[in-house]
C-alpha cells in the first residue's frame, strides 16, 4: 500500500494544507470586519469546470494508486511470472506522447485565436488516441496469440485490466473531444472552445503521465 | 477586485428552469428535488434493511421457532443489512440528500454547479438500489458473504449467492461508486466555487464542514471498493486468481492458485475505515448546527472543530487495518494501527467536549431536533469508548468476533448517525416542506428510539463479553454461555422489534404532516443560516429572488448581548442588526429577516 499512501498522502496534505491556510488567522466570529478584509475567503479564480476536472484527475489517481499497491503486492507471491511487454507497446506509447503534442500545440494555437491551427490540432490529437487504443487492441491480441491469457497467471490479468482502464479513461476523453471537435468543424467560434480544449489538453497530459508510469512498472517487473 | 463571487462574475451560472411535470419532479436538475429524490429513496432501502434485520433478531432471540428463515436466509439478511444500511442508506441520505439539499442553500447559490451530473448521479444511484434488490430474486438469492465480502467464500460454492447473487452485488457497488463520484465532483465544487458574497470558508455552517471534508474522503477511498469490486468480479467470471487461493471446494480443484485474501482485506478496509468517516463527518457536522441552534449560543471553538474535521478526515487513511488485527499481521504493523487509531480518538474527544461546551449555559430549546442532538452525543460517546477498547491489538482478538463488536459498531456508526438523521430530518422539515409536524409524535418517536438503542445494545456488550460469537445463525448448546444469554436475547429481540415499530410513527408523522401540518414561516427555528433566508418556504427554483444574499456574518451569532433578537441571520448586515433598546421605539417588522409573524418559539414559548 505504499504507492497509495504516498500518492493519496500528497493529495490530502494538498487539500488539507490549502484549507488550513484559509482557516489560520480567522476570527470567523468578527462580523463587523467585512469578508474582503478577511483570510480564508477560499477564492479560486479559475472555472468550475477545471476544479471539476482537477478533482476527477485526483479520483482516478486514487484508482490507479491502488491498483499499483495491488499489483505490487500480488506480485510478491511465489506464482508471478512476468509476461514479456510487446514491443508494440513503445509505438503505442510514441503515438499517445504525440497525441499529448498535439492537443498542447492546440491550446497555444487557441490562446492566439488560430482557428486552423485549432482544427488540425484537434483531428490530429484524436487520431493518434484512436490510433494508440487500436493499437493496444493489437498488443492484446499479440500476448493472446502467444498464449498469454488473462486467466494465465496475475501478470497477465493485471496487464489486460490496467491497460483496458487506462484505455477506457481515455475512451472517456475521447467523448469530450468528439463534442468539442463537432464544435469546432461546425463553425463555433475558438474562443467558445477555449475551456473544452483547455481541459482536454490537462486530462490527455495526465493520461500520458499515468500510462508512462503503468508502463513503467510492468516493464521493470 | 479582490473578491469575486461566482455570482458577480459574467456568466452567471445558466439555470434550466423546468417546464412540464416531468422535468420538475422526475428528471429534474434542481438540487432540492434531487435530494428529496436521493432521500426517499434511501429510505425505502433503509426500511427493507430494518426489515431484515427484524428477521435476524427473530431468529437470534426465538431460534427454532421460525421455520421460514434457514441459515442461508439469515446470512442474506445480514450481509444485505450491512451493506445497505452503510452504504445505500447512510453514505446516500447524508451526501446525496442532505448534501444536495443544504450545500446550495447554505453557502447561498442558485444550485450545484453542474446540475445534469446532480441529476445522473441519482439515477444511477437508483439503478444500483435496483440492481442490490434484484439479487434477492435471482435463482439462489442474495450473497450472504458477510458484507465484507471477504474472498475466497463470498464466490466459492456453498455460500448463499455465491454465483449471481455476489456479482449482482458487486455490479451495484460498482454503480453506486459511480454515482457517487458525479454527486462527490459536484459537492466539492460548488463548495469552492459558488459560495456567495461574503461567505467565507470560515463562515460556513459546520454541517457544511462535515459534508464538504466527508466528500473528498468518499471520493478517495471508494476507488479502494471499487478496485476490489472489479478483482473479485474478474475472479468470479473470468477465472483470475488476485484474490483466489489454490483451494478445494467441494472435493475438487478450483482453477485458482496463489491469489491473496488478505490482499482483499486491504483494499476493502482502506475504503471501510475511511467509510466510517464519510457518515460520522456529516453527522458530526448536522449536529453541530442543531446544537449551536436550538441551545441558542454559539458553538463552542468553531475553529477547532473546524480542525478536528481535517484531522479526523487525514487519519482516517492510517487506520484501516485495525479491522484485520485477527488476520493475523506483524506485531509492528499491528502498534502502528493501534495507535494511530487512539490518535484519531483526540479530535474527536475534541468535538465531543465541544458539543458539550456548546449546552453549557446555552438557553436550551428541548425542540424535538435537539433531543435527537443531545441524544447523538450520548451514543457517540458510548459507542467511541468501545472504540478505544477494540483499537488495543490485544483487547481486540478476543473481543472480534463477539457481540461486543457488534454492539459497538451499532453504537457508533449506526445509532449515532442515524439519530442525527432523524434530527436533522425534523429540523429542516419546515424549510423542505413548509409545514411542522407534529410535536409529541416526534417526541414519543425519540425516547422510545433513544431508550430502546439501550435496551437493544447494552445486553450486546455483556453478551460479547460472556464471548457470545457473531455472524451465528443458532447458538445451540454450549458450556459457556449461561442461561442468561438466551434470555437477553428475547429481551434484545423484543426491543428491537418495538424500536423498529417506532420507526413507523417518524413516516405517519412526516407524511400526515405534509398535508396536515400547521404553516411552520420560513424561520420557525429562529435560526442563522441561509437557508432560513430564502424569500419563499418551501425555496423555489433558483433558491433566492432576482438578487443572491450577501453574508455579513459567521453563521453562529446566537444570543448576541444588547441585541433585540437572540439570533442574527448570516446575512443581516451590521447596520440593520436590531438593538435591544430600540425595539420600544420601534415597529415590530424592522427585522425583516425571516422572521415575519412569529410571536411563538416553537414549543410556544416567547421569543427573546
Given at each position: 500500500m505504499t504507492i497509495t499512501l504516498v500518492l493519496l498522502g500528497i493529495i490530502m496534505a494538498t487539500v488539507i494544507g490549502w484549507l488550513l491556510r484559509q482557516t489560520l488567522n480567522t476570527e470567523p466570529w468578527d462580523a463587523l470586519d467585512p469578508a474582503e478584509n478577511q483570510p480564508g475567503r477560499g477564492v479560486i479564480t479559475a472555472p468550475p469546470s477545471k476544479i471539476g476536472l482537477m478533482t476527477f484527475i485526483a479520483v482516478v489517481t486514487s484508482l490507479f494508486a491502488l491498483f499499483l499497491s495491488a499489483y505490487m503486492m500480488r506480485m510478491q507471491l511465489g506464482d508471478w511470472r512476468p509476461l514479456p511487454e510487446p514491443d508494440l507497446l513503445w509505438l503505442n506509447t510514441a503515438v499517445l506522447v504525440l497525441a499529448s503534442f498535439a492537443f498542447q500545440m492546440t491550446r497555444r494555437a487557441v490562446t492566439r485565436g488560430q482557428l486552423q491551427t485549432v482544427k488540425t490540432g484537434l483531428i490530429a490529437g484524436g487520431v493518434c488516441t484512436a490510433l494508440f487504443l487500436i493499437g493496444q487492441l493489437v498488443a492484446w491480441q499479440q500476448l493472446g496469440a502467444t498464449g498469454y491469457f488473462i486467466t494465465g497467471n496475475p501478470a497477465n490479468a493485471f496487464f489486460y485490466l490496467l491497460t483496458a482502464l487506462h484505455g477506457l479513461h481515455l475512451l472517456g476523453g475521447m467523448w469530450v473531444w468528439g463534442r468539442t471537435t463537432t464544435r469546432v468543424l461546425k463553425g463555433a467560434d475558438v474562443e467558445s472552445v477555449r475551456l473544452s480544449v483547455e481541459l482536454c489538453t490537462v486530462y490527455w497530459h495526465y493520461l500520458l503521465l499515468v500510462w508512462i508510469g503503468l508502463f513503467g512498472l510492468l516493464l521493470s517487473t | 477586485m479582490a473578491y469575486v463571487a461566482i455570482a458577480d462574475r459574467d456568466h452567471e451560472q445558466e439555470l434550466h428552469d423546468p417546464t412540464t411535470f416531468i422535468t420538475k419532479y422526475i428528471w429534474s436538475q434542481d438540487h432540492k428535488v434531487i435530494a428529496i429524490q436521493y432521500s426517499i429513496t434511501a429510505m425505502f432501502v433503509g426500511l427493507v434493511a430494518l426489515g431484515l434485520s427484524a428477521m435476524m433478531r427473530l431468529q437470534l432471540g426465538f431460534p427454532d421457532s421460525f421455520s421460514f428463515i434457514t441459515p442461508t436466509d439469515y446470512y442474506q439478511f445480514i450481509t444485505m443489512h450491512g451493506m445497505i444500511m452503510v452504504i445505500f442508506l447512510l453514505t446516500a441520505l447524508f451526501l446525496g440528500g442532505f448534501g444536495n439539499y443544504l450545500i446550495p442553500l447554505m453557502i447561498g447559490s442558485r444550485d450545484m454547479v453542474f446540475p445534469y451530473m446532480n441529476m445522473m448521479s441519482y439515477w444511477v444511484y437508483l439503478v444500483s438500489v435496483i440492481v442490490l434488490l434484484a439479487s434477492f430474486f435471482v435463482p439462489g438469492g442474495a450473497t450472504g458473504a458477510g458484507w465484507t465480502l471477504y474472498p475466497p467464500q463470498a464466490i466459492l460454492p456453498g455460500t448463499p449467492g455465491s454465483e449471481l447473487g455476489i456479482l449482482l452485488m458487486l455490479v451495484a457497488l460498482a454503480l453506486f461508486i459511480v454515482a457517487f463520484t458525479m454527486g462527490g465532483l459536484n459537492y466539492v465544487t460548488t463548495i469552492l466555487q459558488a459560495r456567495t458574497r461574503g461567505m467565507t470558508l470560515m463562515r460556513m455552517p459546520l454541517s457544511l464542514w462535515g459534508i464538504f471534508m466527508a466528500t473528498i474522503l468518499g471520493l478517495l477511498a471508494f476507488p479502494a471498493l471499487f478496485v476490489s469490486a472489479v478483482m473479485m468480479t474478474l475472479d468470479k467470471v473470468a477465472g483470475t486468481s488476485f484474490f483466489m487461493p489454490a483451494i478445494l471446494s467441494m472435493g475438487e480443484t478450483m482453477d485458482h492458485e496463489g491469489g491473496s485474501p488478505i490482499l482483499f482485506q486491504h483494499l476493502f478496509w482502506f475504503f471501510g475505515h475511511p467509510e466510517v468517516y464519510i457518515v460520522a463527518l456529516p453527522a458530526f457536522g448536522l449536529v453541530s448546527d442543531l446544537l449551536s441552534t436550538h441551545a441558542r449560543k454559539a458553538i463552542f471553538g468553531y475553529r477547532m472543530m473546524v480542525w478536528a474535521i481535517l484531522a479526523i478526515g487525514g487519519l482516517s487513511f492510517i487506520v484501516w487495518a485495525h479491522h484485520m488485527y485477527v488476520s493475523g499481521m506483524n506485531p509492528y504493523f499491528g502498534f502502528f494501527f493501534a495507535t494511530t487509531t487512539l490518535i484519531i480518538a483526540v479530535p474527536t474527544a475534541i468535538k465531543v467536549y465541544n458539543w458539550v461546551l456548546t449546552l453549557w449555559q446555552g438557553n436550551i430549546r428541548m425542540t424535538v431536533p435537539m433531543l435527537f442532538a443531545i441524544g447523538f452525543i450520548f451514543t457517540f460517546t458510548h459507542g467511541g469508548l468501545t472504540g478505544i477498547f477494540l483499537g488495543n491489538v490485544v483487547v481486540d482478538?478476543?473481543?472480534?468476533?463477539?457481540?461486543f463488536v457488534v454492539a459497538h459498531f451499532h453504537m457508533v456508526m449506526g445509532v449515532s448517525p442515524i439519530l442525527v438523521v432523524f434530527g436533522s430530518i425534523y429540523h429542516w422539515y419546515p424549510k423542505i416542506t413548509g409545514k411542522m409536524f407534529n410535536q409529541t409524535l416526534g417526541k414519543l418517536h425519540f425516547w422510545i428510539t433513544f431508550l430502546g438503542t439501550y435496551a437493544i445494545y447494552l445486553p450486546m456488550h455483556y453478551l460479547g463479553f460472556l464471548g457470545v460469537p457473531r455472524r451465528y445463525y443458532a447458538m445451540g448448546d454450549t458450556e459457556f454461555m449461561p442461561e442468561s444469554a438466551f434470555t437477553l436475547n428475547q429481551g434484545i429481540t423484543i426491543s428491537a422489534l418495538i424500536v423498529g415499530a417506532a420507526q413507523f410513527i417518524f413516516l405517519y408523522n412526516i407524511i400526515v404532516s405534509l398535508k396536515k401540518g400547521k404553516d411552520a414561516g420560513s424561520n420557525p427555528w429562529e435560526a442563522t443560516t441561509l437557508e432560513w433566508q430564502t424569500p419563499d418556504t418551501p425555496p423555489k427554483h433558483g433558491n433566492w429572488g432576482p438578487e443572491l444574499p450577501v453574508v455579513h456574518r459567521w453563521a453562529y451569532d446566537y444570543s448576541v448581548p444588547g441585541c433585540r433578537d437572540d439570533f442574527i441571520p448570516q446575512n443581516m448586515a451590521p447596520d440593520d442588526v436590531p438593538m435591544a433598546a430600540d425595539s420600544v421605539s420601534q415597529s415590530p417588522d424592522v427585522g425583516t429577516h425571516g422572521s415575519e409573524g412569529e410571536t411563538d418559539g416553537p414549543d410556544g414559548e416567547p421569543v427573546a
Open positions: - | 482478538l478476543p473481543l472480534s468476533d463477539t457481540y
